[in-house]
């Protein structure tokens, strides 16, 4: 068998096959540049919604600050007039029971009429 001989490379040849590498590393470099720019885009979004998630959650801790003053605003409503409903409440009864006395007083007095006529009449 015979061996072969080593094909001789030229400057040329070297030259070329820079030619290439270098191609390829600005190839390379293109597509490194284009992923930056995906991820700066890709950044930007999501700084964005984190600034929209920030402000979403305070506006839903606003709502919730506000429906708990509303909802204690509405519980010390009910404790009033729960506390006024006592107040009339007793209001009626002394009345109920002034009405009862006045009328049992004219009731005697009624009755002390009736008699003194029934007397008269005699």
């Given at each position: ?46 700084s ?7 402000r ?25 007039i ?41």
């Amino acid at each position: 068998m015979q061996k072969k001989k080593p094909k001789r490379i030229t400057l040329k040849d070297l030259a070329d096959g820079i030619v290439g590498i270098n191609q390829k590393l600005m190839a390379m470099d293109q597509r490194i540049t284009a992923m930056d720019q995906s991820i700066d885009s890709l950044n930007q979004r999501l700084s964005i919604l984190e600034a929209s998630q920030r402000r979403t959650g305070v506006l839903l801790e606003d709502i919730e600050v506000k429906l708990k003053l509303t909802l204690d605003g509405y519980k010390a409503f009910d404790k009033k007039i729960e506390e006024m409903e006592a107040r009339m409440e007793e209001g009626f009864s002394e009345n109920r029971y002034m009405f009862d006395v006045v009328f049992k007083k004219l009731d005697d007095i009624d009755a002390t009429l009736a008699q003194k006529m029934d007397k008269a009449a005699v």
